[in-house]
């Protein structure tokens, strides 16, 4: 704009000039395998914690299931199936929370006592209804629980918040 209202001859720099592309300000998204280590390693463990740890994350699959039981681990680790539970509990209040979770329900279950929903009606539901609430059943489950339709249906909007896969926000998948 300036070039077209000067009365001489001016001139100015292209835009194209030696200046970084774009691309090298990118950084590559952090892995869910690389979040979680790294959260590990700020408990100090020592060698056998640290290995089991490994084992564990990297049978966790992209939506941060654990795969294998925990007897697997404790067998690939030659550690005690105790020790491996205690790692495993630690790694569940990781963030993000309901991550190695063995399954749905567990999952949900993290991320509720998380919240501090623990011995609740959203616990009851996640724990003895879950095939309910998949089908939209909410007057089996108000009948089963002796509850009124408001408060199921208030737990249930607690429920729907929760992240069933937790890995999601770590992959590196791109929606289609």
Known sequence: LDEYNAPGRTHFESEDRDTPRFESFIARKESLNDHLLWQFIMTKPNKEEERIASL????????GYLDVSADEIAEMSASSDEKVEEILALMQTFDPIGVCARDLKECLLLQANHLGFN??????????HLPNLEKKNYKIICKTLKKSLDEVVSAVNVITSLEPKPGREFSDETPQ
Do not use: Q, S
């Open 119 to 128: 011995d609740t009606i959203v616990t009851e539901i996640i724990t003895n």
């Open 56 to 63: 564990i994350i990297g049978n966790l699959n992209k939506d």
